[in-house]
């Protein structure tokens, strides 16, 4: 995939973690293969800040679901969502979390939102690269939406990027609605 839709990572990333940047966690086929795996950052990225562009707390404990992939004949198992429900419940419990997904790559970002993370803004992060940064709490339950919500939600998928970004920045919220599917919703709706 083009780094328009993954990052492209370095063995360096990978040797960070296990020096004590984070945690990597895996799954394996039956052989002992690797076709899978998730990341767990402690902090963010350097020149991210999650903290500043979504107004938490200046001493917030951050964390961040750092990066997975699934090998290609694995993939449609469900095996990202278990890998991020795995991380949260790995992540210190009072962590703000955050990842981001390429708009591109819709099997990513969709993956975030089954698991309660919402989209809170669209940014030009890794040197220019377009992404959703998303966010949800370690330790509490995963934001909802009630079934009102859906008649003022927009279908993600119908709105292009310059919309969202625009709805975004008035405090909408990508949320995965149980009838509506992927949706934007309002601030009054998502409790901002």
Not at 15 to 20: C, K, N, Q, R
Not at 143 to 149: L, R, W
């Amino acid at each position: 995939m083009s780094p328009d839709q993954v990052r492209p990572e370095r063995a360096e990333f990978f040797a960070a973690l296990l020096e004590g940047g984070g945690s990597i966690i895996g799954v394996c086929d039956p052989a002992g293969d690797l076709v899978a795996y998730g990341v767990l950052q402690d902090g963010p990225d350097p020149g991210t800040r999650p903290d500043l562009w979504l107004g938490w707390p200046e001493d917030a404990r951050i964390q961040k679901l750092a990066g997975s992939s699934v090998a290609e004949a694995y993939r449609g198992l469900r095996l990202q969502c278990a890998l991020i429900r795995r991380r949260i419940e790995l992540a210190d419990p009072d962590a703000y979390l955050y990842a981001t997904a390429a708009p591109l790559n819709p099997a990513s970002w969709r993956s975030l939102l089954y698991e309660g993370f919402e989209i809170r803004c669209l940014r030009r992060v890794y040197q220019g690269s377009l992404r959703y940064l998303m966010a949800r709490r370690a330790g509490m339950a995963a934001a909802s939406a009630a079934q009102g919500d859906a008649a003022a939600a927009r279908p993600l998928d119908e709105l292009p990027l310059d919309e969202q970004d625009r709805l975004l920045s008035q405090g909408w919220r990508g949320r995965l609605l149980t009838q509506a599917g992927c949706v934007l919703v309002p601030p009054e709706a998502a409790g901002s």
